[in-house]
């Protein structure tokens, strides 16, 4: 069976022009940025993105939960940031953009303390299809 006779839904699943397009973006500048569908699955990320991560794109194929269990999110007390309190998480559930910065344990053993800043991505008013974050490294504010 060749690839044009095969169901469509067997077929490489298509992604929201949107998604496309902040893929797009994210290639072409130079601020480290990650891309997750509605579901919250990994998309892309960005060279920038693989210098503050410590790992390639290639080798990161997950979820969000997936990605904040692999960095380990700490706050300013040391403690684990809940998933859920993630910047792009928050943006998820109040269909507004969020900022937040904590620690993360890169892929590579550095410990960056990063800004973020989660946005929702929306095909029109209540139609979620995705999030990006914006990220880079900085000093924690006192």
């Keep these: 069976m060749d690839v044009y006779s095969r169901p469509v839904a067997a077929r490489v699943p298509q992604r929201h022009i949107a998604l ?38 290639a080798e990161a194929q997950m ?7 692999a960095f380990k999110p700490v706050n300013e007390a040391g403690e684990p940031v809940p998933i859920l309190e993630l910047p792009l998480a928050t943006a998820f559930q109040t269909g507004v953009p969020s900022r937040g910065g904590f620690w993360i344990e890169a892929a590579d053993g550095r410990r ?8 929702p991505l929306f ?20």
Excluded: C, H, Q
């Design 63 to 69: 979820t969000t939960a997936d990605l904040a269990k």
């Design 112 to 119: 960056p303390y990063i800004e973020v800043v989660g946005i």
């Design 20 to 57: 496309i397009l902040a893929r797009d973006l994210a290639a072409n500048v130079a601020t480290p940025m990650l891309l997750v569908d509605e579901s919250g699955n990994l998309v892309y990320f960005n060279e920038p993105a693989e210098g503050v991560l410590g790992r390639p794109y």
């Design 123 to 142: 095909a029109r008013v209540g139609d979620l299809v995705g999030g990006l974050a914006m990220f880079w490294e900085t000093t924690p504010e006192d």
